[in-house]
């Protein structure tokens, strides 16, 4: 069936670096996409989104880049922090429908 | 305050049990549903749950599993005779408008 994927499991980076996690995903119907950050114990919690009209989307040093063409996403973080050292999961939804199809997510490693 | 409680933060429990896995929303938002996350694998949808009747749900919903909102603010998710392969993370979230959701911080459910 089809899904959302990641390329890579783990992305270790040294404090101060810029990081890009990325994600790629199959279902063509898909128009809304999500970033999550989930930090050991918790909860996935909401980063950025970007809808599929937009090709980017920039936050509080995150900027979301979406390329309908080759179906990829990609989550940028500036001058990462170790605060940052999460796993990121990408997620898609199709608005005609509620549910959201997560990706199988990458672990983020920073160190000071 | 977190927006999305769920209680028990863990549940042990032996195969053939039943348990119950509660959620308090805090809102007035007409989705509801219940993900989860078995150790080290992605977010998996399970139900949606909207004015109070199942919306949708994945094939991982079968008869094991039931839920309700019995008294207008908890939200609970009942397996009925729980399985090894039911150990996960379990989350509750809500829904947030334009696919975004607010996730609680999981019942970690561990079947021995």
């Known amino acids: 069936g089809e899904s959302v994927g990641l390329h890579l499991p783990t992305l270790s980076v040294q404090e101060g670096d810029n990081s890009i996690i990325n994600c790629a995903y199959s279902?063509?119907?898909?128009?809304?996409f999500i970033w999550y950050k989930q930090e050991s114990g918790k909860g996935p919690q909401f980063i950025i989104d970007?809808?599929?009209?937009?090709d980017k989307r920039q936050g509080q040093r995150v900027t979301v880049l979406l390329n309908k063409t080759v179906k990829h996403l990609s989550l940028q973080i500036a001058a990462t922090q170790p605060g940052d050292s999460a796993v990121y999961f990408c997620?898609?939804?199709?608005?005609?429908?509620?549910?959201?199809?997560f990706g199988k997510g990458t672990m983020l490693l920073v160190s000071p | 305050e977190p927006e999305v409680t769920q209680t028990p933060s863990h549940q042990v429990t032996q195969m053939g049990q039943e348990v119950i896995l509660r959620c308090v929303p805090i809102?007035?938002?007409?989705?509801f549903y219940w993900y989860r996350q078995i150790l080290g694998q992605k977010v998996e949808f399970l139900v949606s749950?909207?004015?109070?009747?199942?919306?949708?749900k994945s094939e991982i919903f079968d008869d094991q599993f039931s839920v309700e909102r019995p008294d207008g603010s908890n939200f609970t998710l009942k397996i009925r005779s729980t399985k090894l392969e039911d150990s996960a993370m379990y989350f509750c979230a809500r829904g947030q408008g334009a696919g975004g959701y607010t996730f609680g911080s999981g019942t970690r459910l561990t079947v021995v």
């Open positions: 809102s007035n938002h007409l989705y």
């Open positions: 279902n063509s119907a898909s128009d809304y």
């Open positions: 749950f909207y004015n109070n009747e199942i919306s949708e």
């Open positions: 970007i809808r599929s009209n937009m």
């Open positions: 997620a898609e939804n199709n608005s005609g429908y509620s549910t959201l199809t």
